[in-house]
């Protein structure tokens, strides 16, 4: 089992605010920091600020060693994929190989409307998500690449820099479990599919999906992870586990305040809960963080990574 973060930036986080919850997790020996990416905020408090995740990602490139980073997810309605495949390309440069690219079809209509994006009816976004998909892998993997879509056309392009990863870093599709051809575009072009807020038995459920379209396309089901997006609340002691359950809650995003979805205890039965997470097929939690309380429990998670890891050991 990995660890990440998924940084809500969107919340009113400064830089200074996501690189020390970006080194927090480097320290407690995370995988990755992933940075959600949205031009409002999700939570819908208009005075948050909501900063451009790509720049802030170029920052973080310089001022970290050894966490990957990346988008989760760049809604596909933000942008050309072949603008999309540099950025990732280039932060892969910046980072000497520790690039990720989330891809989902976008979901906040209000900030579309804001910012003069256009918002299509859900089928047509995924039209949108499957050919750039098919975009970014050719432009990575073939010289010269042309396309010939229904939305993108693109003629003898070179791309140069390739990414340092080869053939490519890591793309994560984002999206809701129950879509099959968001299970198929995994399968197709992805390297991890990524839910949110699920039990591990939902979770096991989605494993056996996927296993199942890996084999439509010839692919060994082995390569594709599967990870969930989770809520957190973690503390020493069980009366502090309480004291920051009533505080998280009390300024939680709508969509958050489900506790059954969150990682949450002292970090014995915290441990508990993401190996039942593993067992049902899942290879990283990415947990949702925003603040400084969400700041302060990094390290106490940083406890329970090897908690999990020692009783694998020892099962095995």
């Known amino acids: ?79 050309h994929p072949s603008v999309l495949a540099k950025m ?33 009816a859900p089928a047509e976004r995924v039209d949108l998500m499957e050919e750039q998909l098919q975009v970014i892998t050719g432009l990575w ?39 099959v051809r968001l299970v198929r575009l995994a399968a197709e072009y992805g390297q991890e599919f990524v839910i949110a807020l699920a039990t591990p038995a939902q979770c096991r459920e989605v494993r056996d999906r996927l296993d199942r379209a890996c084999e439509k ?6 390569t594709l992870g599967l990870a969930v997006f989770a809520g957190v609340c973690v503390a020493d002691t069980d009366q502090e586990v309480g004291r920051r359950r009533d505080l998280l809650l009390a300024g939680a995003r709508p969509h958050m305040r489900n506790t059954d979805a969150w990682i949450m205890g002292t970090p014995g039965p915290a441990a508990e809960q993401v190996r039942q997470f593993e067992a049902a097929g899942v290879g990283r939690l990415m947990f949702s963080v925003e603040n ?7 390290p106490v998670l940083g406890q329970v990574l090897p908690l999990v890891r020692c009783s694998c050991s020892l099962s095995g």
């Open 1 to 79: 089992m990995k660890f990440c973060l998924s940084i809500e930036i969107q919340e009113g986080m400064t830089y200074a605010d996501t690189l020390a919850m970006t080194m927090a997790g480097e320290e407690a020996g995370f995988q990755a920091a992933l940075l959600a990416e949205h031009y409002y905020p999700s939570s819908g408090i208009m005075d948050r600020m909501s900063a451009d995740a790509w720049v802030f990602l170029g920052g973080l490139a310089r001022d970290t060693g050894r966490i990957r980073l990346g988008s989760l997810v760049s809604p596909v309605t933000f942008r």
């Open 88 to 120: 990732a390309a280039t932060l892969d440069h910046m980072t000497g190989g520790r690039a990720e690219l989330g891809i989902g079809a976008g979901w906040l209509e209000s900030e579309h409307a804001a910012y003069g994006f256009p918002f299509a």
């Open 141 to 179: 993997t073939q010289d010269p690449f042309s396309f010939d879509g229904t939305h993108y056309r693109l003629q003898d392009c070179h791309f140069a820099p390739l990414p340092v990863q080869r053939p490519h870093p890591p793309i994560l599709i984002g999206g809701r479990p129950t879509s």
């Open 217 to 222: 396309v010839g692919r060994d089901p082995s």
């Open 292 to 298: 400084d309380l969400h700041r302060e429990m990094i």
